[in-house]
């Protein structure tokens, strides 16, 4: 990603690179694409021209480097870090701002993956890494979080409390959600109530990204 001349920026070694969702009315915003260091930057040029928001400057630092970014649309996008922080940032005209939105319950730990509800740009899922705790998948409906890991620990529909790196929300069915783990594929059909294993085939593997194909295929 080629920022500014001088400027070095502590990112992760695999650093978050994302673009807008497909938006047919627009096409122009495919050339959006956003990158996470320790400040999230957007280019509106497909990466010839990069600036970091909301300021433009070392202002724009967050606590800890991010480790997952999702456009809801080119004008809001959601980061996360490592240190367990979580941001909205919104664009009125040319101005970015920014809102912190991690807040108990939601558990401290790296944000390894965010999927922005298809339905509504309020609403996200998170995963998070780490171990000590089943819940690892959370909800944000825009003012306030929930755990979506199933009922209890130990339950035969709650997730198992492995590392979790990716999670997709069915734009079809947004009940649907897929999370990817230390240890295979999950699914849920209620919102991250309920979880099953959703393996046909696949062995105990871990499972680092994922995407839902228009044709109805997970990748």
């Given at each position: 990603?080629?920022?500014?001349?001088?400027?070095?920026?502590?990112?992760?070694?695999?650093?978050?690179?994302?673009?807008?969702?497909?938006?047919?009315?627009?096409?122009?915003?495919?050339?959006?694409?956003?990158?996470?260091?320790?400040?999230?930057?957007?280019?509106?040029?497909?990466?010839?021209?990069?600036?970091?928001?909301?300021?433009n400057?070392?202002?724009?630092?967050?606590?800890?480097?991010?480790?997952?970014?999702?456009?809801?649309?080119?004008?809001?996008?959601?980061?996360?870090?490592?240190?367990?922080?979580?941001?909205?940032?919104?664009?009125?005209?040319?101005?970015?701002?920014?809102?912190?939105?991690?807040?108990?319950?939601?558990?401290?730990?790296?944000?390894?993956?965010?999927?922005?509800?298809?339905s509504?740009s309020?609403?996200?899922?998170?995963?998070?890494?780490?171990?000590?705790d089943y819940?690892?998948?959370?909800h944000?409906?825009?003012?306030?979080?929930?755990q979506?890991?199933?009922?209890?620990?130990?339950?035969a529909?709650?997730?198992?409390?492995?590392?979790?790196?990716?999670?997709?929300?069915?734009?079809?069915?947004?009940?649907?959600?897929?999370?990817?783990?230390?240890?295979?594929?999950?699914?849920?059909?209620?919102?991250?109530?309920?979880?099953?294993?959703?393996?046909?085939?696949?062995?105990?593997?871990?499972?680092?990204?994922?995407?839902?194909?228009?044709?109805r295929?997970?990748?």
């Amino acid at each position: 990603v080629g920022l500014p001349v001088g400027h070095r920026d502590n990112a992760l070694f695999y650093a978050p690179l994302v673009g807008t969702p497909r938006n047919t009315t627009a096409p122009a915003e495919a050339d959006i694409v956003a990158f996470g260091g320790q400040r999230p930057w957007v280019s509106t040029d497909f990466g010839d021209h990069w600036e970091s928001i909301p300021n433009n400057s070392s202002a724009d630092d967050l606590p800890s480097a991010i480790l997952s970014l999702a456009f809801a649309t080119a004008t809001r996008l959601y980061a996360a870090t490592t240190g367990g922080q979580s941001y909205r940032f919104d664009k009125s005209g040319a101005t970015w701002s920014s809102i912190r939105i991690d807040a108990s319950p939601l558990l401290v730990g790296p944000v390894t993956d965010i999927a922005v509800d298809p339905s509504d740009s309020n609403s996200i899922y998170i995963t998070l890494g780490g171990t000590g705790d089943y819940r690892h998948v959370w909800h944000f409906d825009g003012t306030q979080w929930q755990q979506r890991s199933g009922p209890v620990a130990g339950s035969a529909s709650s997730l198992l409390d492995v590392q979790y790196n990716a999670i997709v929300v069915d734009p079809s069915h947004t009940n649907h959600l897929y999370a990817g783990a230390d240890i295979g594929v999950w699914f849920s059909t209620d919102g991250g109530a309920n979880w099953s294993t959703f393996s046909n085939g696949l062995p105990d593997a871990a499972v680092l990204d994922l995407k839902l194909h228009n044709i109805r295929r997970l990748l």
